[in-house]
């Protein structure tokens, strides 16, 4: 039987320092690999709670993590705090109103919360673990670049989780359960294509066309669609078509494939069947390809010990308490949203639909969180290496968008510090709960075992890519 409860009151005392972090970081909204005033917040919390703290984790520098404990097991907590372009917007504003001088960006995936809620939760199981005295470490992770950045795969190639024995993490969201695993492995590959230039008239045939190759390619690829996995995604961009005279013929094209699939080993069979077919374009064409892995990420995999464990401590703390006030806020916000959102939003879960409701109210039952939406997390690198749970907090109106700015507008809001605290409690008394109990551990990690056993954990960055830090920071100044 567990015993989480006493750290739900470390989590209470010093809540305020957190919700304080949380407002601080959704001022200073900053895109991958630049979170250099928001690491420097979480870098401040760290000290004055006293963890002993490892900057520059894999060489990132707005990555860092904090550990507190003797001896035991490790538990990682992860947090993240980056922003997304395009998505700047006054808070508690019902209409769409970006701020000015903030470069666009904006909290619209809710990671001001992330990262101090996971904070919280190590604060929390840091005093408790001092005031039981139980072997055991605590270690807080905090992760630049989720959107876009993937620097988790490049923390969990750079060892940073080697001597972790269980990871846990959330995401904001409209309801509160644990997270379903559900989501895709992903990679982007830029595939060049090389050929000759020539006058396209007066010596055609001296030409090879890179941008032939580029068509054929896509041609062949669009015909494979018929035959690959029906959750599999393939998408494409031209990143350069070789130029805007037609009449010279295109020495050099270059396009931009993403290869989504189920999980890592579905998604190198793609992989191989899109790089034939460049090959392909290329023998057609007389041309030569190169190609280069810009970023992957892994598929998330579930671990069913650490899910009960994490619904457990969601059945004893019960759902978030929201007031009529937030409510009131909730409602205003969903009339800016589609109807369809909404409703979605419950079928989702499968939840009957109740447009009486404005805020989360419930667990969503474990036995039908259904299909949370096949998006890419690079958590999913960090649960092949380590057994990986996930909650889902409720912080926003239901129906709210993903990626919008009605999500960065109610990003500071009581209801989002609510849904702070509640599910920084879920986390630390997963995290008690492990600690305690040494055969959940061992438990956690025969699941995590017997799913990676017939296919394991092959690193999806190639070994020469590194974290575009340059690139990405500059960027975030224009
Ligand atoms: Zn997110």
Redesign the pocket.
């Given at each position: 039987m567990s015993n989480a409860e006493p750290v739900w009151d470390y989590v209470e005392q010093n809540k305020d320092r957190l919700i304080q972090l949380s407002d601080d970081v959704w001022g200073m909204p900053e895109i991958a690999y630049n979170e250099h005033r928001s690491v420097a917040e979480h870098l401040k919390v760290l000290e004055e709670k006293g963890f002993k703290i490892t900057k520059d984790v894999a060489g990132i520098p707005t990555a860092v993590a904090g550990e507190a404990g003797e001896g035991g097991p490790v538990i990682a907590i992860l947090g993240e705090y980056d922003a997304l372009p395009g998505l700047s917007q006054k808070a508690d504003s019902t209409t769409q109103e970006p701020v000015e001088g903030q470069g666009g960006m904006g909290h619209g995936?809710?990671?001001n919360l992330?990262g101090s809620a996971s904070l919280l939760a190590a604060i929390a199981v840091k005093e408790w673990l001092e005031e039981t005295g139980t072997p055991g470490r605590v270690r807080y992770y905090g992760c630049p670049a989720?959107?876009g950045g993937a620097a988790k795969g490049f923390m969990v190639r750079d060892g940073a989780f080697d001597d972790v024995d269980v990871a846990i993490c959330w995401?904001p969201a409209a309801f509160s359960g644990v997270n379903e695993a559900v989501s895709l492995a992903n990679t982007r590959i830029d595939f060049a294509f090389t050929g000759r230039s020539s006058h396209a008239a007066a010596a055609p045939h001296l030409g090879r066309s890179a941008l032939d190759a580029v068509e054929l390619m896509n041609v062949g690829v669009n015909y494979m669609r018929e035959h690959m996995p029906s959750d599999a995604r393939i998408h494409y961009a031209l990143l350069d078509a070789g130029g805007v005279a037609p009449n010279v013929v295109q020495g050099f094209a270059k396009v931009r494939y993403l290869i989504r699939a189920r999980d890592l080993v579905e998604l190198n069979q793609l992989i191989a069947r899109v790089r034939k077919i460049a090959d392909g374009a290329a023998l057609m064409t007389e041309t030569t390809v190169e190609t280069k892995v810009v970023s992957a990420v892994s598929n998330l995999l579930g671990n069913t010990p650490l899910e009960k464990a994490m619904y457990d401590n969601f059945q004893r703390l019960g759902p978030p308490q929201f007031d009529d006030a937030d409510r009131e806020t909730a409602r205003a916000f969903q009339a800016t949203m589609k109807d369809e959102d909404i409703v979605a939003a419950f079928r989702r879960h499968g939840l009957p639909v109740d447009r009486s409701k404005s805020l989360c109210d419930i667990i969503v039952p474990l036995e039908n969180r259904g299909n949370g939406g096949v998006g890419s997390t690079d958590v999913g690198d960090v649960s092949w290496k380590v057994p990986t749970v996930q909650a889902r907090g409720a912080t926003y109106a239901i129906g709210t968008p993903g990626h919008s700015w009605q999500l960065t507008a109610q990003g500071k809001n009581p209801a989002s510090h609510k849904g702070l605290v509640h599910v920084a409690k879920i986390m630390a008394g997963t995290a008690v709960d492990a600690l305690q109990n040494p055969a959940l551990i061992k438990a956690a990690k025969e699941d995590y075992e017997a799913r990676t056993k017939e296919t394991p954990y092959v690193c999806p960055l190639p070994a020469d890519l590194q974290p575009p830090i340059k690139q990405m920071s500059q960027a975030g100044k224009n």
């Open positions: 995936c809710g990671h992330l989720e959107e995401h």
